[in-house]
């Protein structure tokens, strides 16, 4: 039971290229969320889905895009990479909402140049 | 819009001395949760309260979630050196699905 894995762990970019950030669970929750942390600034959400096939947008979705084929899956994707999405990026997914507590994969820091 | 804030945003403590962190929210919520991250690491979920003046104990850690459910603090008894990381407060939205995390207290204790 590996819980929540995240690939990659690290990567760099240059400004304007693209990448997708993986997330997958093994838990069979339905509720999945994709986070940044920059320093001093907490966890804020970019998007999540409440279940296979659906997204949403969270606190600051601009410059990403997700989806969600597979139940076990999360994809983050950005179009064009900036130097303001250099940031630690975290998947975390629940069983439902925000009664259940989120469990978080391992981090993908992204540093874009 | 929701905000759930937390104070102090660092605490340094000498090893056996005591540490308390605030969690306020600007609208009442149903519940609040918190979370370690220890450095370097991912947040890892401590525990949940739901009742109105609650107060959970883990150990050396005290929770408690205000009788208005608009505040929360997490103390820690006789501090260890396990117990660096930084503490994060969460609150669900208004909207009912997504949680408002808050920006978190970081804990360095000294030997």
């Known amino acids: 039971n590996a819980g929540v894995t995240q690939t990659p762990k690290f990567r760099v970019l240059k400004t304007g290229q693209s990448m997708t950030l993986l997330c997958a669970q093994d838990?069979?929750?339905?509720?999945m969320y994709w986070y940044r942390q920059d320093p001093g600034m907490g966890l804020r959400l970019i998007h999540y889905?409440?279940?296979?096939?659906?997204?949403a947008k969270g606190e600051v979705p601009d410059g990403y895009n997700v989806s969600r084929l597979k139940k076990q899956n999360f994809l983050l994707g950005l179009e064009s990479a900036a130097p303001s999405q250099t940031s630690v990026y975290f998947c975390a997914s629940s069983w439902e909402g925000y009664y259940n507590e989120q469990f978080f994969g391992p981090g993908t820091r992204l540093t874009v140049l | 819009g929701q905000q759930v804030m937390q104070i102090p945003q660092y605490q340094h403590v000498q090893e056996g001395e005591d540490f308390t962190t605030y969690c306020n929210s600007s609208t009442t919520l149903s519940n609040i949760q918190w979370y370690k991250q220890r450095p370097g690491g991912h947040p890892v979920f401590l525990i949940q309260?739901?009742?109105?003046?609650e107060v959970k104990k883990q150990k050396r850690l005290t929770f408690q979630f205000g009788e208005a459910k608009k505040n929360s603090s997490l103390h820690i008894t006789a501090t260890q050196t396990t117990d660096v990381g930084t503490y994060f407060c969460a609150g669900p939205d208004t909207g009912g699905f997504k949680t408002i995390f808050g920006a978190g207290t970081r804990l360095f204790v000294k030997a």
């Open positions: 838990m069979n929750h339905e509720y």
């Open positions: 309260l739901v009742k109105s003046g």
């Open positions: 889905s409440v279940g296979e096939g659906t997204t």
